[in-house]
Protein backbone atom coordinates (compact mmCIF):
# COMPACT_ATOMS: atom_id res chain seq x y z
CA UNK A 1 0.00 0.00 0.00
CA UNK A 2 1.78 3.44 -1.12
CA UNK A 3 1.40 5.79 2.17
CA UNK A 4 0.98 9.55 0.75
CA UNK A 5 1.44 12.87 3.03
CA UNK A 6 -1.02 15.23 4.33
CA UNK A 7 -0.46 17.73 1.69
CA UNK A 8 -0.96 15.85 -0.88
CA UNK A 9 -4.39 14.10 0.89
CA UNK A 10 -5.47 18.10 0.95
CA UNK A 11 -4.13 19.02 -2.65
CA UNK A 12 -6.44 15.65 -3.82
CA UNK A 13 -9.36 17.38 -1.90
CA UNK A 14 -8.99 20.67 -3.16
CA UNK A 15 -9.40 18.88 -6.36
CA UNK A 16 -12.63 17.01 -5.41
CA UNK A 17 -14.24 20.06 -3.79
CA UNK A 18 -13.84 22.23 -6.76
CA UNK A 19 -15.25 19.29 -9.23
CA UNK A 20 -17.86 18.82 -6.89
CA UNK A 21 -18.92 22.43 -8.04
CA UNK A 22 -17.58 24.04 -4.76
CA UNK A 23 -20.13 22.45 -2.48
CA UNK A 24 -18.52 21.78 0.81
CA UNK A 25 -20.41 19.20 1.55
CA UNK A 26 -18.28 16.53 3.56
CA UNK A 27 -16.56 13.74 1.21
CA UNK A 28 -18.40 10.39 2.43
CA UNK A 29 -17.07 7.31 0.90
CA UNK A 30 -20.29 5.20 0.78
CA UNK A 31 -19.57 3.59 -2.35
CA UNK A 32 -17.02 1.89 -4.67
CA UNK A 33 -17.45 5.05 -6.73
CA UNK A 34 -16.76 7.23 -4.34
CA UNK A 35 -13.55 5.72 -3.09
CA UNK A 36 -12.19 5.57 -6.84
CA UNK A 37 -12.46 9.37 -7.04
CA UNK A 38 -10.65 9.91 -4.50
CA UNK A 39 -7.79 7.34 -5.08
CA UNK A 40 -8.06 9.08 -8.53
CA UNK A 41 -7.67 12.63 -7.04
CA UNK A 42 -4.77 11.25 -4.60
CA UNK A 43 -2.82 10.23 -7.55
CA UNK A 44 -3.70 13.00 -9.24
CA UNK A 45 -2.07 15.17 -6.30
CA UNK A 46 1.23 13.30 -6.37
CA UNK A 47 1.33 14.19 -9.80
CA UNK A 48 1.18 17.26 -9.68
CA UNK A 49 3.85 17.47 -6.75
CA UNK A 50 6.21 15.56 -8.99
CA UNK A 51 5.47 18.29 -11.77
CA UNK A 52 6.12 21.06 -9.40
CA UNK A 53 9.15 19.37 -8.00
CA UNK A 54 10.51 19.63 -11.36
CA UNK A 55 9.68 22.93 -12.43
CA UNK A 56 11.03 24.31 -9.12
CA UNK A 57 14.62 22.51 -9.85
CA UNK A 58 14.71 23.77 -13.31
CA UNK A 59 14.02 27.23 -12.24
CA UNK A 60 16.62 27.14 -9.23
CA UNK A 61 19.05 26.24 -11.60
CA UNK A 62 18.45 28.60 -14.19
CA UNK A 63 18.24 31.56 -11.37
CA UNK A 64 21.42 30.09 -9.65
CA UNK A 65 23.66 29.41 -13.07
CA UNK A 66 24.93 30.72 -16.48
CA UNK A 67 22.65 28.39 -19.33
CA UNK A 68 23.49 28.24 -22.80
CA UNK A 69 21.06 28.62 -25.56
CA UNK A 70 20.39 25.03 -26.20
CA UNK A 71 19.95 24.47 -22.13
CA UNK A 72 17.75 27.34 -21.93
CA UNK A 73 15.24 25.95 -24.96
CA UNK A 74 15.73 23.07 -23.52
CA UNK A 75 14.18 23.38 -19.82
CA UNK A 76 11.50 26.04 -21.74
CA UNK A 77 10.39 22.65 -23.71
CA UNK A 78 10.25 20.60 -20.54
CA UNK A 79 8.47 23.12 -18.69
CA UNK A 80 5.92 23.57 -21.35
CA UNK A 81 5.62 19.78 -21.75
CA UNK A 82 5.01 19.94 -18.05
CA UNK A 83 2.24 22.61 -18.14
CA UNK A 84 0.83 20.85 -20.74
CA UNK A 85 0.33 17.99 -18.21
CA UNK A 86 -0.80 20.12 -15.18
CA UNK A 87 -3.39 21.14 -17.76
CA UNK A 88 -4.61 17.42 -19.17
CA UNK A 89 -4.50 16.64 -15.43
CA UNK A 90 -6.95 19.31 -14.01
CA UNK A 91 -9.43 19.48 -17.14
CA UNK A 92 -12.04 16.82 -15.09
CA UNK A 93 -11.75 19.15 -11.98
CA UNK A 94 -12.79 22.23 -14.45
CA UNK A 95 -9.64 23.85 -12.75
CA UNK A 96 -6.86 26.14 -14.36
CA UNK A 97 -3.52 26.84 -12.95
CA UNK A 98 -0.80 29.14 -13.02
CA UNK A 99 2.42 28.03 -13.36
CA UNK A 100 5.95 30.04 -12.41
CA UNK A 101 6.40 32.23 -10.04
CA UNK A 102 9.38 33.25 -7.18
CA UNK A 103 11.68 30.15 -7.18
CA UNK A 104 11.63 30.33 -3.26
CA UNK A 105 8.02 29.17 -3.69
CA UNK A 106 5.53 26.46 -5.44
CA UNK A 107 5.64 27.01 -9.26
CA UNK A 108 1.94 25.69 -9.30
CA UNK A 109 -0.86 27.14 -8.16
CA UNK A 110 -4.31 25.98 -8.71
CA UNK A 111 -6.95 28.06 -9.14
CA UNK A 112 -10.30 27.33 -7.28
CA UNK A 113 -12.98 30.11 -8.58
CA UNK A 114 -15.48 27.65 -6.75
CA UNK A 115 -14.64 27.18 -3.28
CA UNK A 116 -11.67 30.02 -3.08
CA UNK A 117 -9.62 27.38 -1.12
CA UNK A 118 -6.44 28.67 -0.57
CA UNK A 119 -3.12 27.84 1.40
CA UNK A 120 -0.70 30.89 0.59
CA UNK A 121 -0.56 34.71 1.71
CA UNK A 122 -1.86 35.46 -1.42
CA UNK A 123 -5.15 34.41 -0.61
CA UNK A 124 -7.66 33.23 -3.43
CA UNK A 125 -5.99 35.61 -5.99
CA UNK A 126 -2.52 32.87 -5.66
CA UNK A 127 -5.05 29.96 -5.33
CA UNK A 128 -3.90 26.37 -3.84
CA UNK A 129 -0.25 25.91 -3.89
CA UNK A 130 1.04 22.49 -4.76
Same mark, same amino acid.
Given at each position: ? #???????? &?????? $?? &? +????? !??????????? @?? +? $???????? !????? $???? $? !?????? %????P??? @??? %? @? !??????K?????? @??? #??????????????????????? #?????????? #???? +???
Amino acid at each position: M #KTFTADTL &ETAITL $LC &E +WNHGS !RTRIALESSTD @AQ +W $LRQAIRDA !RELER $LEKG $L !RRREEY %ACSYPMTE @AEA %A @A !RDRKDDKAARRVA @AIL #KPYGMTAKIGGDVRGSQIHLMTP #KTERSNTFGG #KATG +WAV
